[in-house]
């Protein structure tokens, strides 16, 4: 059976997934299997297909990728916000060596496609996640600052406070004490 593989940008979650198995099924595109940024189809499509499929996919906020580029620099927010958002245990490994032995390239060759394409580094990217992360976790206020601290694998609460404060202009336990809790998307984080 050979397999197409779509690349898909801004799929950031499970429900992603699921938006995008519903409109493959709607469109009557066999699929075998959809991840983060993957849709791996059972047979090539069409070029009128492939256009279907990405006018749908726009619509909803979704957009088919083309080049190299774009495609790793998707792979690398994919890991990136797994990494961050959806790790079960603390962080503990460093966010270079995660996509290194993820994506089985050099860090400086991901560094620079990620740069060029997103006009952030992967440090700043990756700030930006556990900043979000942060604020959720705040939000839901189950965890001290400590333990989300060493969740986020921060090395102390003043270490966690200031690059939040730098983040947002405001301390975790001002944005905790907020009446207004204000979260972005992930498929929404961008500098400025």
Do not use: W
């Not at 088919?64 to 580029?69: C, D, E, G, P, V």
């Not at 995660?98 to 990620?114: A, G, I, K, P, R």
Request: glycine residues 2%.
């Amino acid at each position: 059976m050979a397999h197409n593989t779509l690349h898909i940008k801004n799929m950031v979650c499970d429900r992603c997934i699921m938006v995008v198995e519903n409109v493959l099924k709607e469109l009557e595109i066999p699929y075998s299997n959809i991840t983060l940024g993957v849709a791996m189809l059972e047979k090539e499509i069409s070029e009128t297909d492939k256009t279907k499929l990405a006018d749908k996919l726009e619509s909803l906020g979704f957009e088919l990728l083309q080049s190299r580029k774009n495609i790793l620099a998707e792979k690398i927010k994919n890991l990136i916000i797994q990494h961050v958002q959806y790790a079960s245990n603390p962080i503990p490994v460093n966010i270079s060596t995660y996509l290194v032995e993820n994506m089985h390239m050099d860090y400086s060759q991901l560094s620079n496609t990620f740069s060029e394409t997103e006009n952030m580094t992967i440090e700043q990217y990756t700030l930006l996640q556990k900043t979000e992360k942060v604020k959720e976790l705040l939000s839901y206020g189950e965890m001290t600052l400590t333990q989300i601290a060493d969740k986020m694998g921060y090395t102390s609460v003043a270490y966690l406070s200031a690059q939040f404060k730098k983040q947002t202009g405001i301390s975790p336990t001002q944005y905790k004490n907020s009446k207004t809790l204000s979260r972005k998307a992930l498929d929404k984080i961008k500098t400025h």
